[in-house]
Structure formats: C-alpha cells, structure tokens
C-alpha cells in the first residue's frame, strides 16, 4: 500500500516509569533527544496523514514543539492509567473520519533505531483495509504495524498496556534484525548501546 493511504501514528504519551525521573523521549542518544528519531524518520516519509499521542504540553513542551514543526497532527493523552490502549485509541478516533487513510502504521517514540527501509517494507507489505503486518525479531510481533482500517473497532475495544499484541499476533510478519527493533526502557539502554 501506498504511504499516502496511510496515517503514521507516533506513541509517546508513556509514563516512562523504568526510567525514573528524566524523560526518557528527551534523553540523548546519537546525538538527539530519543523520540525525535523516530519523529524525524516518519516525518521524511510520505504518509496521508502525521499523527502523535503525547502527554500534555506543561510535561513535554519540547517534544510538542519538535511535532509541530514537522507537521504533526498532536493529540494529548493525559490519562497515563490506561496505558498504551488509551493512546491507540485517541489515534483512530482521529483517523476513522479521514476516508483516504486505509490504515494506520503505529510507531513507538522509545524505538529510535528503526530504519526508513523498515516501515517501508510494513507498508509495502499492507494490501489493503484487512491487512494488519507486524514487525518481529523472530520471536516475537511488535511494532511499528500497519493496521488496516477493517479492524478499527477491535482497536477502539482496546483496554490496557497490552496494546494490539494479539492483534499483531495474528498478523503477516516482516522480520529486521532486533537491533532495530529494540526500545529504550532504562538508562542502560542507553549506555550498553552507545556506539563505540
């Protein structure tokens, strides 16, 4: 599928709670604070539409700030207690009424490392509104997925911090070496992956 059909969905309301008090998002790696990775990454893409699930502005102005500057459509989760399924939720209301977004390719803003060639290879492989594709490193399904528009009521039914693992699950997967894939969860994340 086209990336003009689709809407990039950019996760980064998390609590960040593993991390302890710094913003995770904001915390350098390579340079540039973790979340604007991947914001700039899907930014240089072609999508229907740009969309971020953000914590509000008084907690992460500067993150707001980059969104805005590359187009972003921001919408604000500010009820961290229900988890990732609360975000997911906020992105396809917001998309359900954009009739040319066949779907939506969620993204996670901890995931700085994924390559432009990877989403591509996600969204190449969606065919249409059924297709839900996932990325894996060969044991398990994770984001960044395309999710097609035919399971947006499942999503909205979401409730937690599973997120759609059992929908992803059940989905064509797109395999990537796990270095790719991996998130920054914890200050050695950072440090055991610096780059020599």
């Given at each position: 599928m086209r990336t003009e059909q689709i809407a990039a969905v950019l996760l980064a309301a998390g609590?960040?709670?593993?991390?302890?008090?710094?913003?995770?998002?904001?915390a350098e790696w390579r340079g540039k604070p973790v979340a604007v990775h991947a914001l700039e990454t899907i930014a240089s893409m072609i999508f229907g539409e740009l969309v971020a699930v953000v914590r509000p502005i008084d907690r992460a102005p500067v993150l707001h700030r980059r969104l805005e500057r590359r187009g972003y459509n921001i919408l604000v989760n500010d009820r961290q207690e229900d988890g990732i399924s609360?975000?997911?939720i906020r992105a396809v209301e917001h998309v359900m009424p954009i009739r040319k977004c066949r779907g939506i390719l969620i993204c996670l803003a901890d995931m700085p490392d994924v390559p432009q060639t990877h989403y591509n290879r996600i969204c190449m492989a969606a065919k249409d509104v059924r297709s839900v594709v996932a990325s894996t490193d060969g044991f398990s399904s994770s984001p960044p997925a395309f999710i097609g528009r035919k399971h947006f009521p499942e999503l909205l039914a979401?409730?937690?911090d599973q997120g759609a693992r059992a929908l992803l699950s059940r989905g064509m997967q797109i395999e990537t070496m796990g270095a790719s894939l991996r998130d920054i969860d914890t200050p050695d994340d950072l440090t055991e992956r610096r780059p020599e």
């Amino acid at each position: 599928m086209r990336t003009e059909q689709i809407a990039a969905v950019l996760l980064a309301a998390g609590a960040s709670s593993r991390f302890g008090e710094e913003d995770k998002l904001m915390a350098e790696w390579r340079g540039k604070p973790v979340a604007v990775h991947a914001l700039e990454t899907i930014a240089s893409m072609i999508f229907g539409e740009l969309v971020a699930v953000v914590r509000p502005i008084d907690r992460a102005p500067v993150l707001h700030r980059r969104l805005e500057r590359r187009g972003y459509n921001i919408l604000v989760n500010d009820r961290q207690e229900d988890g990732i399924s609360g975000s997911i939720i906020r992105a396809v209301e917001h998309v359900m009424p954009i009739r040319k977004c066949r779907g939506i390719l969620i993204c996670l803003a901890d995931m700085p490392d994924v390559p432009q060639t990877h989403y591509n290879r996600i969204c190449m492989a969606a065919k249409d509104v059924r297709s839900v594709v996932a990325s894996t490193d060969g044991f398990s399904s994770s984001p960044p997925a395309f999710i097609g528009r035919k399971h947006f009521p499942e999503l909205l039914a979401l409730r937690g911090d599973q997120g759609a693992r059992a929908l992803l699950s059940r989905g064509m997967q797109i395999e990537t070496m796990g270095a790719s894939l991996r998130d920054i969860d914890t200050p050695d994340d950072l440090t055991e992956r610096r780059p020599e």
